[in-house]
C-alpha cells in the first residue's frame, strides 16, 4: 500500500460530540477581512464550517468520508469565507502548530469516481502539548449595558428612572413651581415725556421690548422669584396700542426627592397711564422752581432773534416749564434750578452778558431739615445791536489799537464786532471789556436816513497809524459823494468815507445816519473834537424789500412762548433781522435754515444784487404729524 501523501494526524484528540452553532452570529464587520499572513504572528485566526459531527482522524489510503462532510471551495485572497454549515468557530492558536483536516471533493458529476484529496482548511493548528486540545466554543462581545425603564408610580407609563419615580405630567401635575409668582401685573406709564414710573418715585425712559423694560418688569416680582432659579425672560409681541405686555419666563426648582422640574409661564402686565411730577408741573403753568430773566435794554430786537435762534439749534428749551415774552426780554421758568443754571451758563457763552442771581424761601421741614426755595436768574444783554453806531470812550478806543471813537457794530455774537468806517480798522469787545468800559448807542435804527451815491471812490492803500490794530479784509475803504432821497431838489451833498466800497456803486441807494444835523446826547460825543465826528455814517444797501420778501424760499423756527400784543414794528424789526441773515454768512452757520416749500425757487436771471441764500445751505422741515397709516380707514402714505 502506497504511502500517504498527508501528514500524520495530531496525537491530540479533538472533540468527537456534537458541534453545537451559537444561536446568533457575530456581525459581519467582525469578520476576517484580510488573509491570515496579515495577522499577528502569535495568533492566527480561521473559520470552519460544518453541518455534522467531526470523524475521527484517518491514517492511511483506505479511508471513507461520510457524504454530508464536503470540502467547500477555495475562497479568494483576502475574502470572506462562505457559510456551508450552521456553525462558525473563532479559534486561535499559538504560532507553531498546525492541524490538517482531509476532505475529499465532490464529484463534479454524477457517475465519476472520487476525486483526489484536498485539504479542506488549514483552520486550526497541530499544537505541541496535549493542553490545546480544549473544545472549541463561540465567544460572543460583551454587550452595551443598557439603560432600563421603571413605571410612573401615578399612571404607570414606562420612563427612565428619576427621584420622583414619576413622569414629567404627573410631576407637573402634583407640584406648582409658579405657584406664589404673579400672573399679573401693573405698570405706570407717561403720556407727556413717555416714561414709566420705577418705584417709588423714579420715572426712567424705557422703549417697547427693550432691556431697560425688561428690568423694570422683572422687579415688579422679584420677591416671588427668590424661591426659583430664573433660566431666560423674554418678550411675546403684543400689539402696541393694546396696553399689554407679555413676558416669558423659564424657571426652575428642586421638588421631590431632589427632583429639578422646569417650567414656562407668562406674566401679563397691564400698562396704566399717570402723569408724572413733572408734567403735572408744566401743565400747571404756574408751578416752577426756577426762573431765568433776560434783559435787553434796547429798543431793536435783533439779539433776541439771534438767540432765539441759537435756543432751538441747541434744543435748550427742552426742560422749559413756560416761556414768556415780555417787554424787554423772555422769561425761561423751569422746574429744577440744574436747568435754569443750564441756560446761564449757555447764555454767557453765546451773548456778551452779566448775571447775578437770587432766591427766596418758601417752606422749611425742620424734622428733616429741607428746605424748598425758589431761584431767580437774570441775565442782562449788553444794549448793542448789529448796524448801530456807537461811540467809544478815549480810553478804550486807545486800547483797541488807536482806532476812531465813532464805531458800527457790524456783528454780535459772543463779543461786539467793530469797524472804524474811515480806516477799516476792526476790534472785538466781550462782555467783560464792556462792563467795565460801557458805551451806548447813538441812534435809534429808526433814524436811519436814505442816501443816494453820487460819486464814490475807492481807496485802496492808507496809511496806517501809530499803533494801529487789525484790519478787515472782506470791506473795501471808499470816499463817497451822497445825497439824501429827500433833499434831491436840492443841491446839498455830504462827504463821507465808508467801509461799503466793495457793494457801493453810484446811484445805488444806502442806508445811514445824519450825524451833521442831529443832537447827540453821548458823554463821550460830547467832548470829542467836532472835526473828528464824520457827517454821514453809511450802514447798508438799500433793496427793494417788498421783491425780496415775495422771492424769500425759506423760514426760520419760532420759540412757542407767551406772546403780548405784537405791533407792526415788532415785524418790521423781524424783516430786518431776515435781511441780515441773507447778508451776514457769519451769522447764518450759527442758525438753521429751512426751505420753505410753498415759495417756489426762482431763476437768478431777475437777479437785482440782492444777497441770497443758496439751496444749499437750507435744511428740510420735516413735521412728523401723523403716522403711516394716517387715520382711520385712511389710504397707506408711500410718499
Sequence with gaps: MAPSRFPPASPCRLHHGPLTAPTELPPASTWPRKSPSHVPSQFRHYLLTASSPLPPPLHGPSRSFPSSLRAPPQPPHGSRL??????????????????????????????????????????????????????????????????????????????????????????????????????QGTVHFCKQCERYLQPPGTWIQCALESRELLALCLKK????????????????????????IKLKLTVQK?????????????????????????????????????????????????????????????????????????????????SSKQHAQKMVDFLQCTVPSRSKSSQRLISHDIHSN???????????????????????????????????????????????????????????????????????????????EEFIIMDINRVHEKKKGAGAGARSNKHTLAEAWVRKTSELDTDHQYFCCTHLGHILNPGDLVLGFDLANCNLNDEFANKMNPQHIPDVVLIKKSFD??????????????????????????????????????????????????????????SDTDDDGAPRISLAEMLEDLHISQDATGGEGAEMLTE
Design 545 to 602: 424789500r417788498c421783491k425780496r420778501q415775495r422771492r424769500r424760499n425759506w423760514k426760520l423756527k419760532e420759540l412757542e412762548r407767551d406772546r403780548e400784543a405784537s405791533d407792526t414794528d415788532d415785524e418790521r424789526q423781524y424783516q430786518d433781522f431776515l435781511e441780515d441773515l441773507e447778508e451776514d454768512e457769519t451769522i447764518r452757520k450759527n442758525v438753521n435754515i429751512y426751505r420753505n416749500a410753498d415759495i417756489p425757487v426762482e
Design 82 to 183: 462562505p457559510l456551508h454549515g450552521s456553525l462558525t468557530v473563532l479559534s486561535a492558536f499559538p504560532h507553531g502548530s498546525r492541524l490538517s483536516l482531509r476532505a475529499p471533493l465532490a464529484p463534479p458529476s454524477p457517475g465519476l469516481g472520487w476525486a483526489r484529496p484536498r485539504r479542506l482548511l488549514p483552520f486550526l493548528c497541530r499544537p505541541e502539548s496535549a493542553a490545546c486540545s480544549a473544545a472549541m466554543e463561540y465567544l460572543p462581545a460583551p454587550a452595551a449595558p443598557a439603560q432600563g425603564h421603571i413605571l410612573c408610580c401615578q399612571c404607570g407609563v414606562p420612563i427612565p428612572p428619576n427621584p420622583a419615580n414619576m413622569c414629567v405630567g404627573c410631576l407637573r401635575a402634583q407640584v406648582d413651581i409658579t405657584e406664589g409668582i404673579p400672573k
Design 221 to 244: 416680582i422679584k420677591a416671588s422669584l427668590s424661591k426659583v432659579r430664573l433660566i431666560d425672560a423674554g418678550f411675546i409681541w403684543t400689539e402696541p396700542h393694546s396696553k399689554r
Design 254 to 334: 428642586e421638588v421631590i426627592n431632589g427632583a429639578v422640574l422646569q417650567q414656562v409661564f407668562v406674566v401679563e402686565y397691564v400698562v396704566q397711564s399717570q402723569m408724572c411730577e413733572d408734567c403735572h408741573r408744566i401743565e400747571a403753568k404756574d408751578f416752577w422752581k426756577a426762573v431765568v430773566q433776560v434783559r435787553q435794554k434796547t429798543v431793536h430786537k435783533k439779539t433776541f432773534y439771534y438767540l432765539e435762534q441759537l435756543i432751538l439749534k441747541h434744543r435748550l428749551h427742552q426742560n422749559t416749564l413756560r416761556i414768556k415774552e415780555i417787554h424787554d426780554g423772555l422769561d425761561f421758568y423751569y
Design 370 to 448: 429741607v428746605y424748598n426755595y425758589k431761584s431767580t436768574f437774570s441775565v442782562e444783554i449788553v444794549p448793542i445791536c448789529k448796524d448801530n453806531v456807537v461811540c467809544l470812550s478815549p480810553k478804550l478806543a486807545q486800547s483797541l489799537g488807536n482806532m476812531s471813537q465813532i464805531c458800527v457794530c457790524i456783528r454780535v455774537t459772543s463779543t461786539i464786532h467793530l469797524i472804524d468806517p474811515s480806516t477799516l480798522q476792526i476790534a472785538e469787545i466781550d462782555g467783560n471789556t464792556y462792563w467795565r468800559h460801557p458805551f451806548n448807542s447813538l441812534f435809534h435804527p429808526k433814524q436811519l
